[in-house]
């Protein structure tokens, strides 16, 4: 037991030490600097060739998601990661300790050529992502947390991270544990999460941009705007996609009925949702 305890003390300490040599010391291996520069990379794109060309630069709740975006990237999603992955894998080992087997990698992944490695994870992960995103919408208790999300009114790339922390709890255990499992590190997630989150910020922002025929493999703006579509075809949504759209295509949960521009957004009695990062944070507690 004290052995989890060291190992949450040190991922919070490991986390704090290197939070700070992030922002300190900008490289190209560092979180911080990315995440401001794809963001400003989207911010640019959408005063340059904006979608919905009436919608503000600095949209209702600009500042709130930018708020959201530093906490759940920083603050939460990191640190999360680090502790509930270092456990899970600590965990794993010593299950399989217990029947004298020492390590167990499914595949000889770490051999494989790197892109293979990148994409194989990226693709995994998407699936996870996709199973998940499927339950929070389905499950009434997680629902309340994914509401945090669902209560954007006007679409912006920075919106994508405006979601409840438990959602990266979530995410996070039920993605990175079986795929840590199989034998991937963290320096490979590096590449994966940046990419995520240009593909993340991409799908939120007020930019027109379909692929054409890749539409069927690529998730983009024109249908993800359809998930926060407040009128839906049934009762728990469409458009799951995170960065792919092909299982909402295989699965057949996509739905792009016309030009999503200027659809309403949210979903039923978010009148009554809180405003305040604080408020939306305590909500589902309270639920
Ligand atoms: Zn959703
Ligand atoms: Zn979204």
Do not use: C
């Amino acid at each position: 037991m004290n052995k989890y305890i060291e190992i949450i003390v040190q991922s919070y300490q490991g986390y704090a030490g290197y939070l700070l040599h992030e922002i300190i010391s900008p490289s190209w291996s560092n979180y911080f600097y990315w995440l401001i520069g794809i963001s400003l990379f989207f911010f640019g794109l959408e005063w340059w060739m904006p979608w919905r060309k009436s919608q503000k630069l600095f949209r209702k709740d600009f500042w709130l998601d930018v708020f959201y975006m530093f906490f759940n990237f920083f603050l939460f999603s990191l640190i999360g990661y680090n502790a509930i992955s270092n456990i899970g894998v600590n965990l794993f080992n010593d299950f399989l300790a217990l029947f004298g087997i020492e390590n167990l990698v499914a595949f000889e992944i770490q051999r494989w050529p790197a892109w293979a490695k990148l994409l194989t994870m990226f693709v995994i992960a998407d699936f996870i992502q996709w199973n998940v995103h499927r339950l929070l919408h389905r499950v009434p208790s997680l629902w309340e947390f994914h509401k945090v999300h669902h209560s954007v009114e006007e679409m912006g790339f920075a919106a994508h991270l405006r979601f409840h922390w438990m959602e990266t709890i979530i995410y996070k255990s039920i993605q990175y544990i079986p795929l840590a499992m199989i034998g991937f590190g963290l320096q490979d997630f590096f590449i994966i999460h940046i990419i995520s989150v240009a593909i993340g910020h991409l799908n939120h922002s007020n930019l027109y941009i379909t692929y054409g025929p890749l539409k069927y493999l690529l998730n983009n703006p024109a249908m993800h705007i359809w998930h926060h579509a407040k009128t839906l075809p049934n009762q728990y949504g469409v458009n799951y996609g995170i960065s792919l759209s092909i299982w909402d295509y295989l699965f057949n949960t996509a739905y792009i009925p016309k030009d999503g521009r200027d659809e309403k957004l949210g979903f039923d009695g978010d009148e009554q949702f809180p405003k305040t990062f604080l408020q939306q944070v305590v909500y589902p507690f309270k639920k």
